[in-house]
């Protein structure tokens, strides 16, 4: 139902765009978030954005350097990460909530994608 693409490698201070692909659901009644989980930590809420894209929310390590956005319409969410930094390196989710409002609780989420990995090198 979801289907990450975009990751890869890139050096300290890189630019990468991930994206997100829906299908077999009513895109626009789902809210999203994008998670990531490094190896030996636990899954964290990178950014959140409802079901209209009108309201997003970002952890607070990415604030200013990272972007989410949707397009309803191609039923595909993005995430635009600037500035990045050794410390983003992680595997990235996309996971989708029926709901309006958006969550950065993984046990909400009703579809998952299967990630993309993001490295950074210094």
């Known amino acids: 139902h979801l289907r990450e693409s975009g990751g890869g490698s890139v050096q300290s201070g890189g630019s990468l765009r991930l994206s997100c692909a829906g299908s077999?659901?009513?895109?626009?009644?789902?809210?999203m978030t994008w998670f990531r989980q490094a190896p030996g930590k636990e899954r964290e809420g990178v950014a959140a954005?409802?079901?209209?894209?009108?309201?997003?929310a970002y952890l607070e390590a990415v604030k200013g350097r990272f972007t989410i956005s949707r397009d309803n319409a191609k039923n595909t969410l993005y995430l635009q990460m600037n500035s990045l930094k050794p410390e983003d390196t992680a595997m990235y989710y996309c996971?989708?909530?029926?709901?309006?409002?958006?969550?950065?609780?993984?046990?909400?989420?009703?579809?998952w994608g299967q990630g993309t990995q993001v490295t950074v090198s210094s």
């Open positions: 996971a989708a909530r029926r709901a309006t409002g958006y969550s950065f609780k993984s046990a909400d989420f009703d579809y």
């Open positions: 077999g659901f009513t895109y626009n009644t789902y809210a």
């Open positions: 954005i409802n079901s209209g894209g009108g309201f997003t």
